[in-house]
């Protein structure tokens, strides 16, 4: 059974960093990646990473935020810097295996000052 658990949002002041953690069960995924769907708005692409570590971004979060992988922890990370409140979203961390898409269960990041 596969399984996706992120951790690391929270609360954090504009210009501010954050580093979200998700660790993945059940499997080797080829593409992991992050979403992330704010209040009113649709779910959003953020970044992904092949298992080769060949890495994919927004354009609203390029230079800022940097997804890595650990393969062998199977665990996938997004460090968030120079955080703004247009950031403000609930993060989901996310796999496929066709015909199949799993998604965590989602971590809150809030930038306010």
């Known amino acids: 059974q596969v399984q996706l658990v992120e951790s690391g949002g929270g609360l954090v002041q504009p210009g501010g960093s954050l580093r979200l953690s998700c660790a993945a069960s059940?499997?080797?995924?080829?593409?992991m990646g992050w979403y992330r769907q704010a209040p009113g708005k649709q779910r959003e692409l953020v970044a992904t990473?092949?298992?080769?570590?060949?890495?994919n971004y927004a354009d609203s979060v390029k230079g800022r935020f940097t997804i890595s992988r650990d393969n062998a922890k199977n665990t996938v990370y997004l460090q968030m810097n120079s955080l703004k409140p247009e950031d403000t979203a609930v993060y989901y961390c996310?796999?496929?295996?066709?015909?199949?898409?799993?998604w965590g269960q989602g971590t809150q990041v809030t930038v306010s000052s």
């Open positions: 990473i092949s298992y080769g570590d060949t890495t």
């Open positions: 996310n796999t496929q295996r066709p015909p199949y898409v799993y």
């Open positions: 059940g499997g080797i995924f080829s593409i």
